[in-house]
């Protein structure tokens, strides 16, 4: 066969699958157009004028699972109405609970204005400057709408007040231990008060609130075994934490009473709550700023004048600045090696795998970067100044509340354990006793 011939077959073989190809379509176009016709005949002509295998299917029935389970419920409710009553009131009030809550959360907070637009309300933050708690306090207040001012008692932190930048956010020289200078700060203090203000040209003067004073002690405290803390480090602790917070308290409770302001105590309360051991400084420092605040409360009740303490947890503090202020205490305590062979062969273990855990579980909160959004703690501190009958006690961050039940309820051997705290034997540090000794009987022949 030539090469002509193969190549006029090759065109046939084309042509003859083009064939095929295209009947095959219209054959299928034509099957496609009868079948919907017939459909459509079946549906519009009436089904007593087909025969029976002509009529279209019936539609399937509808499935009776959905009306059983219906049936069966209205069944079990009729059954147990008490405790579908229960279940209805429990999950409707905690459904309102939680929408009021959100909506408490989420609703606008401003304090209130003089009648021509200006300022008029006054709170005065107790508490160092450098703290990330009166740092972040001062500033909400100031973008609330209050006059804040912040009790300094040197140079280096009425710079550090003024350093903020803030029209609205005041130091105020206080010196406790000057008592003439004292009392003539609080007379400058009340004359601000007291005196008419002309917040621009041409508007009315106005008067101004004292709303209320806020007492924030240091919130850092020395830890370890209680013979390695030094009297010294208790005398600092007593005086700047307790002894300060009732001066100041004393200074200010006469003004308090002109304006009924109210007084608010900000503590630390997981520590206190758990009663942990090596936190000896911590637990008696706020247990008696507790029974301070109390009796306060006790004796200002009779006035009308409110009295209020705020039980703190942790907070995220890493977007406040002055985080130097966060080192605490404690990391010096911390270096066990400082301690003297006995204390450290008899508390170190237990000291370090106390930390280990209270770290994991952020119960220091040393380096700020835990802990509930400071912004409940700002919409707390407002609420408690403006509500009309406020609680006594807040407690208000991440383990304020759970920590003090686990304290108050839990026993004390049970959270020991889960801290990491375990017994140790005495007949093991005798040989450190008994070295220490001789060493100091040839200290002494020397």
């Given at each position: 066969m030539t090469s002509d011939d193969q190549h006029f077959l090759d065109v046939l073989a084309e042509y003859s699958q083009d064939i095929r190809r295209f009947t095959g379509d219209i054959w299928d176009a034509s099957d496609r157009h009868f079948a919907s016709v017939a459909s459509y005949i079946k549906k519009s002509v009436p089904l007593d004028w087909l025969p029976e295998y002509a009529r279209p299917a019936p539609p399937p029935p509808p499935h009776p699972v959905t009306a059983a389970y219906l049936d069966r419920l209205q069944h079990w409710i009729s059954q147990n109405r008490a405790l579908t009553a229960a279940l209805v009131a429990f999950f409707g009030t905690g459904g309102f609970?939680?929408?009021?809550?959100?909506?408490?959360?989420?609703?606008?907070?401003?304090?209130?204005?003089?009648?021509?637009?200006a300022r008029r309300e006054v709170v005065v933050i107790a508490g160092p400057p450098s703290s990330p708690i009166v740092k972040s306090l001062s500033l909400d207040l100031e973008?609330?709408?209050f006059i804040v001012y912040i009790v300094c008692s040197d140079l280096e932190e009425e710079q550090l007040v003024q350093g903020e930048s803030r029209a609205d956010v005041r130091p105020l020289h206080l010196d406790i231990v000057d008592t003439l200078g004292t009392q003539?700060?609080?007379?400058?203090?009340?004359?601000?008060?007291?005196?008419?203000?002309?917040?621009?040209?041409?508007?009315?003067?106005?008067?101004?609130?004292?709303?209320?004073?806020i007492l924030v002690p240091d919130l850092i405290y020395p830890s370890g075994p209680i013979e390695t803390i030094l009297p010294e480090l208790w005398s600092d602790a007593l005086n700047a934490k307790v002894l300060n917070t009732v001066a100041i308290a004393q200074t200010f409770l006469p003004t308090v009473c002109?304006?009924?302001?109210?007084?608010m105590v900000l503590t630390p309360s997981i520590i206190a709550s758990l009663r942990q051991p090596f936190h000896s400084v911590e637990t008696a420092i706020v247990n008696a700023l507790e029974g301070f605040t109390t009796s306060m409360r006790a004796e200002l009740r009779t006035l009308g004048i409110d009295v209020i303490q705020f039980k703190l947890g942790t907070f995220?503090?890493?977007?406040?600045?002055?985080?130097?202020?966060?080192?605490?205490?404690?990391?010096?305590?911390?270096?066990?090696?400082?301690?003297?062979?006995?204390?450290?062969?008899?508390y170190a273990s237990n000291y370090a795998s106390q930390n280990r855990i209270?770290?994991?579980?952020?119960?220091?909160?040393?380096?700020?970067?835990?802990?509930?959004?400071?912004?409940?703690?700002?919409?707390?501190?407002?609420?408690?100044?403006?509500?009309?009958?406020?609680?006594?006690?807040?407690?208000?961050?991440?383990?304020?509340v759970t920590y003090d039940v686990v304290g108050n309820w839990v026993p004390s051997g049970l959270v020991a354990w889960m801290l990491g705290i375990r017994r140790v034997s005495l007949s093991e540090a005798e040989p450190q006793l008994q070295d220490s000794v001789q060493s100091w009987e040839k200290v002494e022949q020397v």
């Open positions: 609970l939680l929408w009021r809550e959100r909506r408490k959360h989420n609703r606008k907070r401003r304090a209130r204005r003089a009648s021509n637009g973008r609330r709408g003539e700060a609080m007379d400058r203090f009340n004359n601000i008060l007291l005196r008419p203000h002309v917040a621009f040209s041409g508007a009315s003067p106005h008067n101004l609130n004292f709303r209320g004073l002109g304006f009924k302001a109210r007084v995220d503090c890493s977007n406040v600045g002055g985080k130097q202020h966060l080192q605490s205490l404690r990391e010096n305590a911390s270096d066990t090696d400082l301690w003297p062979t006995t204390t450290r062969r008899l209270a770290h994991s579980r952020g119960l220091f909160n040393q380096t700020g970067s835990t802990g509930a959004s400071l912004r409940e703690l700002h919409n707390a501190v407002f609420d408690a100044l403006t509500q009309k009958h406020p609680r006594q006690v807040w407690r208000v961050g991440r383990g304020s």
